[in-house]
C-alpha cells in the first residue's frame, strides 16, 4: 500500500499539452507549473475568429490542438496555416504594433493564451524562450510573409482612452453606491484593504519563490506562516514591554495633553486679544474646558473606550492574513475564473480589465506604502533637528495619518504642536518651524513624491479628486474620505473597457457569429 507514495506520480494532462508545446519543452515541472497558473486555456470552433486584423494585441495564442488560419486583407487565401505546438501574435505584443492580419480557426481548434505582461515577463526571466520566439518569429517572416510590400501599420496611440459623458456618470454614481455599501461591511473592507496591501508586498516574494522550485501554494504557505510568526513575536515581546512602561505611557500622555491644553489656551487668548468681536463670545471658553477635561481625565473616561473601540476591531483585522494567504494561493485560478467565464470575443478586452484593475490597485497601495516611508523619514529628520522628543515615532504617526486626505495632516499637525508646546513651552520660534515643516511636507508630498512615486498612474484630475473627497466623506465619514480615489481609480478602469466592449460594433457582431458557429457544430449531428 506504501508503494503508491513512492512511485512518480502521473503529470496531468493539461502540463503534458504545455510539454508537447516545442517552446516550453525545455521547461522544468515547476516552471510548467508557474506557466500554466498564467495560460487560459480557450476551445473555437471552426471558422471561428480568434483576433481581427488592425485591432490592439492584448495577448500571445499557443496551439494545443487543431489548426489555425492567419488571413490578411485582400488576400483570398490564408498566408498561414499554423498546427498543434506553434503560437502566434507575438509580433503585436514585441512591437506595440495593431495586429497585421486576422486569426480564425481552420477547425475545431484548443489555444492556451498568455495575457501581454505575462508574455513580456516571460521573455525576461526565461531567455532561451526569448531566442525561441525571435528564431520562429524570423523563419515565419522569411517563409510566410505578412506585409508583402505594404506599409507598416501605425504604433498604437499611448493616449489612454477618455470616457464619455454617459461612462462619467456611470463612474461616478457606481463610485458613489460602492462607497454606501462599503460603509454598512466595513468591518469586511478595512481587513480586505490590509490584505490587499499584504498581498502586493508579498507577491514579488511569492513570484521568486516559485521561480526557485517552491510550488505556488508552498510558497503561500510559507510566507503566510512566516508573517503570522512574525506578528505572534512581536505581540509576544511588546506585551511585557506594554505592561511594564504603561503608566509611564499613560503619564507621558496626559503630560503632552496637559501642554496641549496650555497652548490652546494661550492660542484663544491672543486671538481674542486680537480681535474685539471674539472677547465677547464664549466659544473659546468652551473649546478649552473641553480640551482640557479630555486631558485631566483621558484615562479614566476615555483610555477604556478607545482599548475598548481597539478590541472590538481585533477579530475583523485577524482576517485580513486569511485573506492575503487565499490571495497569494488561488490568485491566478481566481483571474482563471474570470476570463473563463467571458465569451471568446471579449476574452482579450477581459484580461486587459483584470490585469488593468490589477495594475492600479496594486500601484496605488504601494505607492502609498512608499510615500508613507519617504513622509516618515523625511519628518522624522525634521523632528529630529528641531529637538523634538520621539522624533521617528512622530514622524511614523504623522505619515500614517496622511493616508486620511485633508483631515489625517490636520490631526498629525495637532499631535507634533501638543508635542512641541510641551517640550518647548513659550518657544514661538519652535511653533513656526514645525508650521514650516508641514508646509514643506505637503510641498513635497504634491509636487515631488506624488508626481514619482504615484505618479500619474489613476489618471484622476484635480478638481474631480477633490469633488470625490467631499462626496466620500459625504457618504461614508472618514472611511469615504480614504476610500473614494482607490474605488474611484478602479471604476473608471472598468468603465472605460466597459465602454470599448459595449461600442465596438464589430466585437458584437463576432459574438453573433460565434455563438451560430457553436450551435451549428452543436446540432450538426442532427440534421444527418
Avoid at 495586429?99 to 525576461?124: G, W
Avoid at 463576432?510 to 442532427?526: E, I, N, V
Amino acid at each position: 500500500m506504501l508503494l503508491r507514495y513512492f512511485r512518480r506520480a502521473t503529470e496531468p494532462a493539461h502540463l503534458t499539452a504545455l510539454r508537447n508545446v516545442p517552446l516550453f519543452s525545455g521547461l522544468r515541472t515547476h516552471e510548467l507549473h508557474t506557466l500554466n497558473d498564467l495560460l487560459h486555456q480557450r476551445s473555437y470552433v471552426t471558422n471561428e475568429i480568434i483576433f481581427d486584423q488592425n485591432e490592439e494585441g492584448q495577448a500571445v495564442y499557443f496551439v494545443l490542438s487543431g489548426k489555425v488560419f492567419i488571413n490578411r486583407q485582400n488576400h483570398s487565401t490564408p498566408i498561414a496555416e499554423l498546427g498543434a505546438g506553434l503560437f502566434f501574435g507575438e509580433r503585436a505584443l514585441m512591437s506595440n504594433l495593431p495586429r497585421v492580419a486576422q486569426a480564425k480557426a481552420a477547425e475545431n481548434c484548443v489555444l492556451a493564451v498568455l495575457f501581454r505582461e505575462d508574455f513580456l515577463n516571460l521573455l525576461k526571466t526565461h531567455p532561451q524562450i526569448a531566442a525561441k520566439i525571435t528564431e520562429h518569429a524570423t523563419f515565419r517572416e522569411v517563409n510566410y510573409p505578412i506585409h508583402d510590400g505594404e506599409d507598416e501599420p501605425a504604433a498604437l496611440a499611448t493616449t489612454p482612452n477618455v470616457p464619455g459623458p454617459v461612462t462619467w456618470l456611470g463612474i461616478m454614481l457606481t463610485t458613489c453606491l460602492l462607497l454606501f455599501v462599503f460603509k454598512k461591511i466595513l468591518w469586511l473592507v478595512v481587513p480586505f484593504l490590509l490584505a490587499l496591501i499584504l498581498y502586493y508586498l508579498l507577491a514579488p516574494i511569492t513570484k521568486r519563490m516559485v521561480l526557485s522550485g517552491f510550488s505556488n501554494q508552498l510558497a503561500a504557505v510559507t510566507l503566510s506562516g512566516v508573517f503570522l510568526l512574525g506578528i505572534g513575536l512581536a505581540v509576544l515581546l511588546f506585551y511585557p514591554l506594554t505592561m511594564a512602561n504603561a503608566e509611564l505611557w499613560q503619564a507621558s500622555i496626559i503630560r503632552y495633553l496637559s501642554g496641549g491644553a496650555v497652548m490652546v489656551d494661550q492660542l484663544l487668548q491672543g486671538l481674542q486679544h486680537r480681535f474685539t468681536f471674539l472677547q465677547n463670545a464664549q466659544f473659546g471658553e468652551d473649546i478649552y474646558l473641553k480640551f482640557r477635561d479630555f486631558s485631566e481625565h483621558f484615562s479614566d473616561k476615555y483610555l477604556g473606550s478607545m482599548l475598548l473601540g481597539v478590541a472590538a476591531w481585533l477579530p475583523s483585522l485577524l482576517l485580513a492574513p486569511i485573506i492575503t494567504f487565499f490571495m497569494l494561493k488561488d490568485g491566478a485560478s481566481i483571474r482563471k475564473m474570470l476570463g473563463d467565464a467571458v465569451p471568446n470575443a471579449f476574452f482579450e478586452k477581459t484580461l486587459y480589465l483584470i490585469h488593468a484593475i490589477d495594475r492600479t490597485a496594486r500601484l496605488y497601495f504601494i505607492g502609498l506604502l512608499k510615500m508613507t516611508v519617504a513622509d516618515s523619514m523625511v519628518m522624522a529628520i525634521a523632528f529630529a533637528i528641531l529637538g523634538l522628543s520621539y522624533p521617528l515615532l512622530l514622524g511614523v504617526i504623522v505619515a500614517v495619518l496622511c493616508w486620511i486626505p485633508y483631515l489625517g495632516p490636520i490631526l498629525g499637525f495637532a499631535m507634533v504642536m501638543m508635542v512641541t508646546a510641551t517640550d518647548f513651552p513659550g518657544n514661538v520660534s519652535m511653533l513656526y518651524g514645525i508650521v514650516a515643516v508641514f508646509a514643506a511636507m505637503r510641498i513635497l508630498d504634491d509636487f515631488v513624491f506624488l508626481p514619482i512615486i504615484i505618479g500619474k498612474s489613476l489618471r484622476i484630475h484635480p478638481l474631480l479628486t477633490v469633488m470625490m473627497f467631499l462626496i466620500g466623506e459625504a457618504i461614508a465619514g472618514i472611511a469615504g474620505l480614504m476610500l473614494a480615489i482607490p474605488i474611484l481609480g478602479v471604476v473608471m478602469v472598468l468603465g472605460e473597457t466597459l465602454e470599448i466592449i459595449l461600442t465596438d460594433k464589430r466585437l458584437r457582431a463576432r459574438y453573433r457569429h460565434s455563438q451560430q458557429l457553436a450551435w451549428q457544430a452543436a446540432s450538426q449531428d442532427l440534421t444527418t
